[in-house]
């Protein structure tokens, strides 16, 4: 793969899946056999927190930066990363609004938002979208794209999926179920391809996420 790409998840509410998506992702990239970084743009350094409880026979599929302060200041920081990975994955804080978040959007190729379908997540995603096709003004090789999280069986979630089809950004062709195995992979410091066969279901979902990922900004 040429460049390294960058890739941020980011979204207004918090707990919409930023972290969850970011480890996952991380993990299925690298099981494809990219060379992945893990990069914790947030405070509460939640990425971080999961990927070193990973226990010391089975460390965790990429390796942890902790990024603040300016875009350029990060990417200072990242500078000897890119040599070493195909993919940085960023981890943003729970708002649009912290500088952070504003770093990340300047520098990543591809910003993901997750989306619980929700009518409150739903109206948060305007206030991002708004954001992404903002900073595309400036820099239009910026890509943006919604993936739905916690998707459950019911009319509500359906009808918020219908919704995000008339949004501006894309729908990326994969969604992650509400499963228990999303939580059980954190409490055990691995992504849900550390926990064998009774996670398949959400193996197949994070498989096709990477694929949606690859086809949208691979090479
Ligand atoms: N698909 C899913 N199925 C089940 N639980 C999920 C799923 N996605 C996320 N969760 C759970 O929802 C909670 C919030 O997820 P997560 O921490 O990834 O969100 P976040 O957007 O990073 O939150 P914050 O805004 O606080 O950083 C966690 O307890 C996580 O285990
Ligand atoms: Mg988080």
Redesign the pocket.
Known sequence: MSATRLIA?I?Q???????????QLAAGLALEGYRVALADL?P?E??SRWAESAPPEAPFAAEVVRLEGSAAAMAKALRPVRNKVDFVIM?????IEHPHTMSALELCDLAIV?V?PSPTDLWATRGIERLILDRRQHRPALRGALLP???MRTALAGDVLDVLQDFSLPVLDAA????????SS?VRGTSVFGLGRSAAA?QD?VTRLVAAVLELIGD
Do not use: F, H, I
Request: glycine share 8%; proline share 8%.
């Open positions: 998840l979204s509410k918090g707990g919409s899946g930023k972290t969850t998506v970011a480890v947030d509460q939640s990425a981890d943003c804080p729970p708002s997750p619980v999280n916690r998707v992650l179920a509400q499963r228990s195995a999303y939580a954190a959400a979902e």
